[in-house]
């Protein structure tokens, strides 16, 4: 069984950065998909960026140009840069690692993102 464990989650004022960690406590086929989902109070669960096989990415349209999704196989971490924060992007941050057709899916146990002065 996979566990994976966020890390780098905290508060920051607006225009700030923050630099999310996910590791992977066993390994991650390199064909799954694994990525970053959020929450806010009151709001559903949400794509922010995924990371596909084959280097391709994909953004929500709220986070493109603001947030880069990398990962290094080697390490079994994801990372997800986040820079020019938003108070619309405090949410709580999970990560997510699934086989392509879905079948197999992991989840992180979450960390706290809050941007305010």
């Known amino acids: 069984q996979v566990q994976l464990v966020e890390s780098g989650g905290g508060l920051v004022q607006p225009g700030g950065s923050l630099r999310l960690s996910c590791v992977a406590s066993?390994?991650?086929?390199?064909?799954?998909?694994v990525g970053w989902y959020r929450q806010a109070p009151g709001k559903q669960r949400e794509l922010v960026a995924m990371?596909?096989?084959?280097?391709?990415?994909t953004y929500a349209d709220s986070t493109k140009g603001r947030f880069t999704i990398s990962r290094d196989i080697a390490k079994n971490t994801v990372y997800l840069q986040m820079n020019n924060l938003k108070p619309e992007d405090t949410a709580v941050y999970y990560c997510?690692?699934?086989?392509?057709?879905?079948?197999?899916?992991?989840w992180g146990q979450g960390t706290q993102v809050t941007v305010s002065s």
């Open positions: 066993g390994s991650i086929e390199s064909n799954y998909r």
């Open positions: 997510n690692a699934h086989s392509p057709l879905g079948r197999v899916n992991y």
């Open positions: 990371h596909i096989s084959g280097g391709s990415t």
